[in-house]
């Protein structure tokens, strides 16, 4: 490899050395220097004779011919550059130092007139260099303004285009916002859209919502006998079909041999370019809006762009159509059924209220009297706030107004209610605004009392705390029975064996190497054991706390399974009870369990967060990840025991359990607990 490179630069070199020697200017260079070499050297080299003057222009003679070589030394800057300025001026120093050494009777004085030629020459190389450079960064800028001129009218060209486009989306959507009936949207747009694409055709689906199927709604520009057959046809049938199919846009150069085509009207009509793009809303496909024309035409991406935008319009108006046509369905329904729904409303199992913005109770069901405890027309005119703790009431003012600020909420959430003897009721309540001409008028709730079911939650709650405190305390016990009784034994037997083997005289080399094999099982075993009892109830966690039983775990983890796992701890470290401490470690342990069990992954973290108000565990892997269930109740029913496991000792210190994962991304399980 040195010698390749060594003949690369050679070669290089070689190359630069003939360019050099087809240069004129480089000849020239030659012959200045060996003209100011002669005149520098006129006895050593008799060219211009003996006796030649003793000075120029009021110079000595000899300091002339030194400011001589400054001509090629300047020149060759000027030309080549500063590397061949350099160089040049490095000569013109070779070819004086001889006279001052050898020939001059003043090296001293020579010496000094060399030094400044030579400055001279570097100072005039020098500027040239700075000149080169401010000349071809004038001209980097030059081109850099011109690029960005360049950009700007593109960009200005690109405003324009979308400003055209704009103009058009507007006025199609003027044109379409003036009618709620769908036949009559469709209509109204046909002429709009041909103008503004300048297209022959105009054809109008629409999906219809009962069979799916879409269905030929307006068109322009084409036989009556043409549109008969394009009246209804399947999803992904046809161009049109596809593209309500896809929801993407399609270009059709050439209709009639395009091998797509399913309808042979198509070819008899002679369409030969089409557009067509999907009329969305809210990302559901509406229909579909086509523009056709009978001679070939390209369709630029503007175009293909602005045909989507109006489509989205014009599926926004259809949108809106159908709302209004079931608007309209649905008052006359509730015209009809107000009578049903008031009986409805009465005979319903779960409490209703409704209260006004001010909070007066203004209607209540038999279930909301009995819910309280109350008689006919006792709640009536009353206001909420006698009916709720200080802590329900702010929950209660907090979702009123998130709901009329138009936010969305988690529904049902747990309220407390007082009932007309002073006991407390536990509610799931629903809460609805109820609007009339687009403003709120009153809030709606919907109650259902689950104080029984709260105290059998507390009752299990309570079973499971007591059944994890008799599983921790029977694993404490097992593991001290094991590691002081079967690991002493198993200690002393393995040194009996190793007496054994190192007292006897008489076994053959066979048997010693059987009980020795014998002492290496039982060792294994012994470590086996030690492992199994620290894994049911790790020493370190009793002695010194959380973190370096998390310590011990990680390492533990990377020791025996081959993955490395990463600790952080972040904010000031605290303790916790025992109880809480040995759940956060359960969980963690069952976590990393999880890893090197299922994930097939190499690298683990685990971090511990310590915040004011609460404290975040997480676990993630660099894994093959998997299927998160939608609800935590889920996991049990899908196989995920460890993770309920885990799930149910994060709800026993009053925090969550939250999974991430995604198919080849790893896996996240952090718990948040409020301590």
């Known amino acids: 490899m040195a010698g390749l490179a060594d003949k690369h630069v050679a070669a290089q070199i070689a190359g630069g050395v003939r360019r050099a020697l087809g240069n004129p200017h480089f000849w020239l260079v030659a012959v200045m220097f060996g003209l100011a070499t002669a005149f520098h050297y006129p006895q050593q080299l008799p060219l211009i004779g003996a006796h030649a ?12 011919e030194r400011v001589l070589f400054l001509l090629p030394a300047t020149y060759a800057g000027f030309v080549f550059g500063i590397n061949g300025g350099l160089a040049a001026v490095g000569v013109a120093l070779a070819a004086m130092l001889p006279r001052i050494v050898l020939v001059s009777d003043s090296p001293a004085d020579a010496s000094v007139e060399t030094a400044g030629v030579i400055l001279v020459g570097l100072l005039v190389n020098l500027w040239f260099e700075g000149h080169q450079r401010e000349k071809q960064r004038r001209q980097k800028l030059l081109s850099e303004l011109q690029a960005a001129q360049q950009e700007l009218q593109l960009d200005f060209q690109t405003i324009q285009n979308r400003e055209r486009q704009l103009a058009a989306v507007n006025l199609v959507s003027n044109i379409v916002s003036q009618s709620l009936e769908l036949k009559d949207i469709l209509s109204r747009a046909t002429t709009t859209v041909r103008q503004v694409m300048d297209t022959e055709i105009f054809l109008g689906f629409i999906v219809d919502e009962c069979t799916g199927d879409l269905v030929l709604e307006t068109y322009e520009g084409v036989s009556e006998e043409f549109a008969a057959s394009l009246e209804r046809m399947k999803l992904g049938e046809g161009f049109n079909g596809r593209v309500a199919e896809t929801g993407e846009p399609m270009v059709v150069k050439d209709a009639s041999h395009d091998p797509r085509l399913t309808r042979v009207a198509v070819s008899q009509e002679r369409i030969q370019s089409q557009l067509i793009v999907p009329a969305k809303s809210k990302g559901k496909v509406l229909g579909t809006l086509c523009v056709a024309t009978r001679r070939p035409r390209e369709f630029a991406p503007e175009q293909i762009g602005l045909l989507g935008a109006i489509g989205n319009v014009i599926g926004v108006a259809i949108e809106n159509a159908r709302l209004y046509q079931r608007q309209r369905q649905m008052a006359e329904a509730l015209a009809v ?10 005979n319903a199992h779960d409490a209703i209220v409704v209260q006004d913005l001010e909070g007066q109770i203004v209607m209540t069901n038999a279930a909301g009297l009995k819910l309280g405890g109350y008689a006919e027309g006792e709640l009536l005119g ?3 706030k006698g009916f709720l703790t200080p802590e329900a009431l702010e929950v209660a003012r907090e979702v009123g107004r998130r709901l009329l600020q138009g936010e ?28 009339s001409d687009g403003q709120p008028r009153a809030f709606q709730h919907i109650t259902r009392d689950v104080t029984e079911e709260k105290r059998l939650e507390e009752n299990m709650r309570f079973y499971l705390e007591q059944v994890t405190r008799a599983q921790e305390e029977e694993r404490k016990r097992i593991a001290r029975e094991l590691h002081d009784d079967t690991a002493q034994e198993l200690v002393a037997l393995s040194r009996e064996l190793e007496s054994f083997v190192s007292a006897s005289g008489r076994l053959s080399r066979h048997q010693l190497e059987l009980v020795e094999e014998i002492q290496g099982q039982v060792d294994k075993i012994l470590e ?12 370190v966690l009793d002695d010194l706390g959380l973190l370096p039983a998390l310590e011990w775990l990680t390492s533990d983890v990377e020791a025996h399974f081959g993955i490395d796992v990463g600790m952080a701890v972040e904010g000031s470290e605290r303790r916790f009870s025992p109880d809480v401490e040995l759940l956060l470690f359960r969980i963690a342990q069952e976590a990393l369990r999880n890893v090197w069990r299922h994930s097939e992954a190499s690298r683990a973290w685990l971090t511990l967060e310590f915040d004011e108000c609460r404290t975040t565990l997480t676990v993630s892997d660099n894994g093959k990840g998997f299927k998160v269930p939608q609800r935590a109740g889920d996991l049990a029913k899908v196989g995920k025991l460890g993770l309920a496991g885990m799930e149910e000792r994060a709800r026993l210190i009053g925090g969550t359990l939250k999974l991430q994962s995604n198919s080849g991304e790893g896996a996240i399980v952090t718990v948040e607990a409020p301590i």
Not at 53 to 63: C, V
Not at 337 to 346: A, D, I, N, T, V
Not at 409 to 419: L, S
Request: hydrophobic share 35%.
């Open 382 to 384: 009353r206001h909420v």
């Open 337 to 346: 059924s107000e009578k049903g729904y008031r009986e409805l409303f009465e």
């Open 528 to 539: 086996g054991l030690r492992r199994f009892s620290q894994d049911l109830r790790p020493s």
């Open 53 to 64: 003057p003793t000075s120029f222009f009021g110079l000595e003679r000899h300091a002339m």
């Open 408 to 435: 969305v909420i988690e529904q049902a959430y747990d309220q407390q209610f007082i009932k007309k003897d002073g006991t407390l009721a536990h509610v799931k309540l629903t809460t609805s605004l109820i609007t």
